[in-house]
């Protein structure tokens, strides 16, 4: 009877870590397309807005609209989406809580050992004091579009450094080199 009653818990163990595992895969699909749709937004209105009044206009569309577009995917989805990042222009928006300094930080291991940047994402469930959440990361390589405004100060023109003085008076989020992960995408979703 012992034997049968353990083989019974061990099974429904097993069970109910399969069961997990297809709830992250499902979330996880779920979360690549809301990060995909955030990142495609953002993309298109700063190539819009660089094309049309130059890297300097671009700083509004960061500081302005990204958070309105977050927000928005925030809303049709009922979860929380954000950028973060271990080097902040905003201190106040975008400071990595504890999961995603993680997540961060081993983007940058994965980086740095030769890992393709766009490829790397970070997904599971996690029990937290507020309750259970699906987490996701997805990480945010420099591109060169980013560079104009996080590239190293010696590549950063004189208008975007003096706008960037006056909008972020504690900005951090400069000295990036193509290819590394300025931040992330991140997406929490209670459970």
């Known amino acids: 009877m012992r034997s049968f009653v353990t083989f019974t818990l061990l099974a429904g163990l097993a069970c109910a870590a399969g069961a997990q595992g297809n709830a992250v895969e499902e979330y996880t699909a779920e979360a690549r397309a809301a990060a995909g749709s955030m990142m495609a937004a953002l993309a298109g209105e700063l190539k819009q807005e660089i094309a049309s009044g130059g890297p300097a206009g ?15 995917v925030s809303h049709q989805h009922g979860w929380k989406v954000s950028r973060v990042s271990l080097k902040p222009r905003n201190p106040v928006l975008g400071p990595a809580d504890a999961w995603e300094q993680q997540a961060l930080l081993e983007f940058d291991r994965q980086a740095g ?13 996690v029990e937290e004091p507020q309750g259970r959440y699906f987490r996701y990361a997805k990480a945010l390589p420099a591109q060169a579009l980013c560079l104009n405004c996080h590239g190293t100060p010696d590549k950063i023109a004189p208008g975007v450094k003096e706008k960037l003085a006056a909008e972020y008076p504690h900005d951090r989020a400069t000295g990036y080199a193509p290819g590394q ?7 929490k979703r209670p459970l």
């Open 58 to 72: 671009a700083i509004g569309v960061c500081k302005g609209l990204a958070p309105r577009i977050a927000a928005s």
């Open 113 to 125: 050992a030769g890992a393709k940047p766009e490829t790397l994402e970070r997904a599971e469930i």
């Open 181 to 187: 992960i300025r931040g992330a995408i991140s997406i």
